[in-house]
Each structure stands twice: as C-alpha cells, then as structure tokens.
C-alpha cells in the first residue's frame, strides 16, 4: 500500500502563477522527499525534508512539513512551462521509500 | 557520470516468456531498488538490495527475481511474463547505509509490454 497520497490528482495553472501541491502520510516518517518526473523519463529528486525540519527551500521550491498533521506542501512560485511535469512525494521510515500516486501539473504559456 | 543505466529502453514480450531487466548504477550506492509505475498506481517496490549479497522483497514481488549481481548491477528477472506485468519498469540507487534516509537515482525506464 502507498503511504503517501499527493492532492490534487491534476493541477493546471498559467505561466507566472504559484503552484501548490500536498501531501499526506500514515505513519511516522524519518524524511520526505519529493520527485518531479517529466513525461517518459525516470524521476529526479528536488529536495529531502527530514521530520525535525519545519521548511525547506531550493530555488523556486519551498518545501513545509508538518508532522502533528502528517502532511507535507510543496511550492513551486512564478511557474514556468518546463515546469510542466508529474510530482510524487516519497516517505522514508520504515526503511524504504514509498511513493505516493502524484501530482499532474501542466504550466500553460 | 552516466548514474543508473537500465537495458533495455522498450521491450515486447508474448505470454510465458522470460527476459532480463539490466541496471549498473556508477556511483558507488549501496542499496538498489526495482520500482514498476502503472497508470494511476504511481510507483511500487518489487524488490530492493540494501547492499550488495542481499536482496528483499518489496510490495509486489510475485513473478520476479532478482540478483544482486555486484556493488554496481541488479538485475529483475521475469521467469513466465504474463499481461499483468505491462508496465514501465524503473530501477533506483541510493547512497544510504539505512535505506530510506537518502535520496533516490532513478534510471530513465523500461517500458515493457506482454502480448
């Protein structure tokens, strides 16, 4: 079974806009991680929060985790069209990272 | 650095039929991992490899093996394909000596279809 679960399914947004995408966990966790996979390709890693960490940035990512709802946020701001992609959260703790089903956003120009 | 190699990119496959999955990961990880992602479904663990000389099974590892090869390769093997297993397969590695603390390197898939 999928540990984390990311809402919504689909996100569509124009260029410039900020897009938000979330992510909820069942059991205690170490860390969690989102991915961004563009259509075709393996997924690449954007940024680690780990459980005793409240926010996280990188670039245009900001990253907020909170453990007493086990729930995880991810930002992206002033959007672009490469942003275009799926965006899956990870939740490492029990000793291997589970994946949820993913954000779909497509980033019109 | 080529990072997580996976051979071969597309493959068809009739029913009953068996073929190997190859990954060489050049980053000098400890632990590997075999993810299969289907419409919907997201990705799913079939088997990972802490380190090397050993191997787990993950969330849906009925109809394959694996072999952890050396540091560097682990292999998924399916023995009898069946329809059920069309999917795009997905091998992983992290440098982590407790799985589940660093993050993952995926290789660029394979699309597998069983007729």
């Known amino acids: 079974s999928q540990q984390g679960e990311e809402d919504p399914q689909a996100l569509s947004i124009q260029e410039g806009e900020n897009a938000t995408m979330n992510c909820s966990y069942k059991?205690?966790?170490?860390?969690l991680q989102w991915y961004r996979q563009n259509s075709g390709r393996g997924l690449v890693h954007l940024i680690l929060i780990r459980s005793n960490e409240r926010e996280k940035h990188s670039g245009r990512l900001r990253v907020t985790l909170d453990t007493s709802k086990k729930s995880s946020s991810l930002l992206i701001t002033a959007s672009r069209a490469a942003d275009t992609a799926s965006y899956f959260c990870a939740t490492g703790g029990s000793y291997i990272p589970t994946f949820g089903r993913g954000t779909s956003l497509i980033v019109h120009p | 650095n080529a990072g997580v190699t996976q051979t071969p990119k597309f493959q068809v496959l009739k029913t009953g039929q068996s073929m190997t999955l190859q990954c060489a990961q050049d980053?000098?990880?400890?632990?590997m991992y075999w993810y299969r992602q289907d419409p919907g479904m997201g990705l799913r663990l079939i088997y990972y490899?802490?380190?090397?000389?050993?191997?787990d099974k993950g969330e849906v590892p009925n109809g394959y093996n694996v072999s952890r090869l050396n540091k560097r390769e682990f292999s998924l093997r399916l023995e009898s394909a069946a329809p059920s297993q069309t999917s795009v397969y997905f091998c992983a590695s992290s440098q982590a000596g407790q799985v589940g603390n660093e993050k993952l390197f995926f290789g660029s898939g394979t699309q597998l279809s069983v007729l």
């Open positions: 059991t205690s966790i170490n860390n």
């Open positions: 980053m000098n990880h400890n632990s």
């Open positions: 490899s802490a380190s090397e000389g050993t191997t």
